[in-house]
DNA sequence: ATACAGGCTCGCC
DNA sequence: GGCGAGCCTGTA
């Protein structure tokens, strides 16, 4: 297999990877191995290059190296909590999914800790994707929408999906049948690509927002979940009454501004990074 | 063991 | 139009 290097400054690819954005990505030695789109790729990172047998314009583009992290950062406030998170997450970015792929895992997501959404992902993949070898690696693509319409919700239950299958194959079938045109949607503003998003199956203001922010590159995109919705409160309202999350969710958009998306992320992984759950 | 996860939906008020 | 309960299942 042919290697070749990257020049990849600016960017801390294990951080990327372990963010709770992309789920399918293994760590092999000193590397990674996954699939982006139908495409196997194996990656180590060496200071501030890549070496990968991918093409570097597939890599570059996945991995958003074209994102000025510097100026990224420099939008964020400047209060304390941004800071720590800003310096603790030096290198780490909004990676660009495909889009399907990225809705359906999300879908799959709702109440479930990251092992098991990597289990989830790993277990379609498996089952209903492509095989595409690496070496003498198996990989999985993830499975097309169309796909997964051919399968039924007892089989997606067998992936142990639970009540999450019924959503992801209706989601599957209005993809499949071109109702919901993921691509074409990229035309969309933020507000009308959200609510499209919000009338699928299994999505809400959360998912619709993960899937803005990983697969539509909407970088305003703020996703609440619990662990973030936690360091909202602790951190910017200690003493607030109620706070529901339509106003919460007001707060970040005016607060974080135009890269809202960046920051979000940075406060979630280094709030999961320091503080591990008992 | 048993509470609880990176939520959505529906029924209730 | 806000609030609470139920939904599946693996993990800590």
């Not at 958003?64 to 400047?78: G, K, T």
């Not at 993921?182 to 009308?192: F, H, K, R």
Request: hydrophobic share 40%; with cysteine; charged share 25%.
């Amino acid at each position: 297999m042919k290697l070749a290097e990257i020049a990849a400054p600016d960017f801390d690819l294990e951080k990327t990877l372990n963010s709770g954005q992309v789920f399918h990505w293994e760590k092999i030695g000193a590397g990674f191995v996954g699939t982006i789109g139908d495409v196997p790729v194996q990656l180590e990172q060496r200071g501030d290059r890549l070496i990968t047998n991918g093409r570097a314009s597939l890599i570059r583009n996945y991995f958003s190296l074209d994102h000025s992290l510097a100026e990224i950062c420099r939008s964020f406030p400047s209060d304390e909590v941004m800071k720590t998170a800003r310096s603790f997450c030096r290198g780490l970015r909004i990676i660009r999914q495909p889009k399907w792929e990225c809705l359906a895992t999300f879908i799959c997501s709702s109440m479930k800790q990251v092992a098991h959404i990597r289990q989830i992902s790993r277990a379609l993949r498996v089952r209903f994707g492509e095989l595409r070898k690496i070496g003498n690696h198996d990989l999985h693509s993830f499975p097309s929408a169309r796909r997964l319409t051919e399968s039924s919700e007892k089989k997606l239950r067998e992936c142990a999906l639970g009540y999450r299958a019924k959503n992801l194959l209706a989601t599957a079938r209005l993809v499949s049948a071109n109702e919901a045109d993921l691509e074409a949607w990229s035309a969309l503003s933020d507000v009308d690509l959200r609510a499209k998003l919000c009338a699928l199956p299994g999505v809400g203001a959360k998912v619709a927002n993960c899937v803005m922010l990983f697969a539509y590159e909407r970088l305003r995109a703020f996703p609440i979940d619990v662990w973030i919705e936690r360091v909202l409160k602790e951190r910017y309202f200690p003493r607030a009454r109620k706070l529901n999350a339509s106003r919460l969710q007001r707060f970040t958009q005016e607060y974080f501004g135009e890269h809202g998306g960046y920051a979000q992320q940075y406060l979630f992984h280094h709030a999961r990074m320091t503080k591990p759950r008992a």
